[in-house]
């Protein structure tokens, strides 16, 4: 079935730091990828995704390329900040495979920027 | 934007008590998801909605039933807690259109079951 596995945190950085948080997935077919994040006492909000091999995700300074070749997704950043600190969830979608666009979610990894 | 509520952030009940969670979204989507969220388990699928009075189970309906009566409200049953409950719950909310895959969450309810 579809499994989504994600690095165990927290992971402490100190501001500034290059963040990676890394995500692999096995699927059926072409799957759509997320990633998610949880700030402290709220839901979940769409930080980036993609839909197709090769494409890269952005948003806020975060990047994600899917790679098929090594079923991965990546989360990156170049320098963060103390607001980064929240929950980042790598999920997928297997879209047309299964109409219902359940979304299979990794176990979360949580990120603690300090100033 | 998409907004999707939930009835009450933080819920104390007690076990054996019947416990309603309610969802509602203002954008008119088709379907409506409720999660629980639990640490180092990420989150997993109870029960989906994909059209009003239709429910399908997710991963983890034991426990729970649902109800969609009118297409922006979707409501998680808890027909008789237990301690085993205790956890967040997410709703979501998604619109059936082609490559519209992401999907809009809710606060949260953080239920604790004594």
């Known amino acids: 079935g579809n499994s989504v596995t994600q690095m165990e945190g927290p992971v402490t950085l100190s501001e500034e730091a290059f963040l990676t948080i890394n995500c692999t997935y096995t699927?059926?077919?072409?799957?759509?990828l997320f990633w998610y994040v949880q700030y402290p006492g709220e839901g979940l909000q769409l930080l980036l995704k993609?839909?197709?091999?090769?494409d890269k995700g952005s948003n806020k300074g975060f990047e994600a390329t899917y790679r098929k070749e090594t079923t991965s997704f990546h989360l990156e950043k170049g320098s963060v900040q103390v607001s980064d600190s929240a929950v980042y969830f790598c999920?997928?979608?297997?879209?047309?495979?299964?109409?219902?666009?359940?979304?299979?979610f990794g176990s979360g990894t949580r990120l603690l920027v300090r100033p | 934007d998409v907004k999707v509520t939930q009835s009450s952030r933080y819920l104390v009940k007690r076990t054996g008590e019947k416990v309603f969670l309610e969802c509602v979204q203002d954008?008119?989507?088709?379907?409506m998801f409720w999660y629980r969220q639990d640490p180092g388990l990420g989150l997993r699928l109870i029960y989906f909605s994909y059209d009003v009075k239709m429910k399908e189970k997710g991963d983890i309906p034991e426990g729970y039933s649902v109800s969609r009566e009118k297409k922006e409200r979707f409501s998680l049953i808890l027909e008789s807690a237990s301690t085993n409950q205790t956890s967040m719950y997410l709703c979501?909310?998604?619109?059936?259109?082609?490559?519209?895959?992401?999907?809009?969450f809710g606060p949260g309810t953080r239920l604790l079951v004594l």
């Open positions: 999920a997928l979608s297997a879209g047309s495979m299964d109409s219902s666009y359940k979304l299979i």
């Open positions: 699927a059926t077919g072409y799957p759509s």
């Open positions: 993609a839909t197709k091999a090769d």
């Open positions: 954008m008119d989507h088709e379907n």
């Open positions: 979501a909310s998604l619109p059936t259109t082609t490559g519209a895959e992401t999907q809009y």
